[in-house]
């Protein structure tokens, strides 16, 4: 009966198991009599007969399977060490009898190797207790777990990115225009005349002549060929660009290798989840109660997701085709509700656009009816998109995942068509504006401060006199109706990537939106931070952040690619522009395009450079730009192709070590059941013969 219950352990001849380049060392064992019948060494025998090895009745190398005296963890600090601490003093013993037979030289480097990891542990752990909010950020993870944190910890990063935009700016446009002035013809900056305090809400009058607007910056006393206003201007603003695009890159290259190999490679179990889950850290016994409730309502979403996966094997094809037929109906609604948005956002656009006196606040309203209308609609359709999510029968982690397609699919979509009709517009009335670029910061700049108004507006007017009622009166039905009020992350993630991306599209033409980006950001925080700590409770279902920051990063990306795929437009039009005479204002006044600064340059430089520059910007450079890109891919897929042949050997390595376990334990079970029959035989042997009398 032991020999059938035995376990097979199949994934010891996986393919990429018995073709992968690492050494058979998994650990060091003694030559013992039993060596021979571990299943680790008779898997190895079978893969070395299948690769022409020894015979299956030969012996093994054991040098093969012995690590040898390299050790890993030798130059690593004892504290950083994962063991207890009699294991430490073992390590730190045997590290002393290792210094005597290596020599002084070697000694010396590995203990100079240990201090400098030690000291760069130190500095690291100063400087992460120097970063802002770290008791805030402490306090709601403690309350409402670490999805809700990694919303804060977003809006820290994009408040240090906009911080980098703003010292950029400072360098390459701010400083040489202050220093070197903006030229004879330009007006001086003075509040007055027809001036008002409605001008820092819609950006026109003194803050248009400010220098918040791209017509603020003329060609100063700067004047030299390579080194002036204009080519500064660009510069700062492709940099930003351009160090915005490798930092959200890279974040969203290790969210997703970090995503590929613990979500995709390695499936956490139920032991780990219930044996491994709970912090020890936590003192506060309402902590205590909210991370326990975590962990069972985690595992709840894993059995529900589990019995999702079963029902869905049992489904029949009618129901399958009954099922698509009702998602194809609920996909179409979407469609038609998306476009209904569009068109609600074009016609307020044409209403914000007629040139009729009014009063002043109909006036302002309708100046700021196409943000109006903008935030309604990504306020409210995510919610219609959750809802019918819910009847499309996903699983929970789909649903998430597909309402929030359809919620970046609206929000930029809305801010595209927006920038359509604005482009449109001016094409038709280009006669009525005298800067157009101005115009287009305004409107940037108008979206920017009415997103920060919405924002304050769904805390302190909406959030909060509906905890108060709750509080006040928790039985009436008005609480009732309205229900307990949650943190939903996804949304409020969105609406982040849709600031930042207000920002990026508008920075060429308001110059100073990632400064106001930046202190709308840091009030956001302390709004989102009352929000969250006074008027919201704990979800009932843990929201997985690391599933979900490579997606957060993505919608990064993809308003970076809309600023630039605006910028690119702008920049190809200045030379009609130019030509009419219809933007006549900032830097690239007077018929000058970025294209006439640049070539101007290029023509003052050596002949060598310019012939460098050619050849780069030449068909001709094109080849070997392509043979070295194709030589990098190629070195990064052997790359990932040798890690996951690591990752494989290190699964068989797992199975390998558990299956000698239970072969150890049998055999240890087999001796012990072996020496007590032999003591049962020798006891009743020894009763069955009774010690004979001796006659004398």
Sequence with gaps: MEELNTP??????????????????????????????????QALRLIQTHQGGPEPGGNINHKQLQRGPRDKTSTQPLRNLVMCIQGKRDARDRRKMQRSSIGFWESWRRSQSINRKRVWAQMGGTLSSLLPWQQTLRAIEGRFGIGVKSYFIFLRYLIYLNLLHCALISGFILGPTAFYGRGNNSIPLRFGGNDSFLDFFLGSGYLERSPVFFGFYTRGSLNKPCLNTPLLYIIGILTILFLSLIMVAHRTIVGYKHTWMLGKRYSTNMSFKIFCGWDFTIQDPTAATLKRSFIRNDLKLFLDEQRFSLREEQRTLGQKVLLYLFRSVLNLLVLSLLGGAFALIYYATRGSQRDNEHYW????????????????????????FRKISSFEDYSFTTQVNVTLLRSIFLKLASLGFYLFFIFTTEETEHSLFQCRKNRFGREMYKLCIFNFLATFCNAFLLNYPRKLVQECCPSSLLARLMGKQHFLIPFNVLDLVYGQTVSWVGVYYCPLLPLIGSVTLMATFYIKKFTVLRCCVAEHRMFRASSSSVLFHFMLLLGLLMAAVTLGLNLHQQEFTSKINMSSCGPFGNEQTVFNVTGV???????????TLGYLASEAFALPLILAEVIILTSYVSRSRANQKAIERLKDMLVMSSSDKR????????VLRGKRDHHKVRSAAIREDPPQPQND
Excluded: G, W
């Design 8 to 41: 097979s352990f199949m994934r010891l001849l996986s393919d990429e198991s018995t073709q992968s380049t690492l050494s058979s060392d998994s650990c060091e064992y003694y030559q013992t009599e039993i060596f021979d019948q571990l299943p680790s060494v």
């Design 601 to 611: 340059c290029v023509e003052s430089l050596p002949t060598l450079a310019q012939k």
């Design 361 to 384: 606040l109909v006036s302002l309203l309708l100046q700021y009816l196409p943000p109006i209308t903008i935030t309604f609609v990504n306020l409210v359709l995510p919610h219609i």
């Design 663 to 670: 072969f150890l334990v049998k055999q240890h079970a087999t």
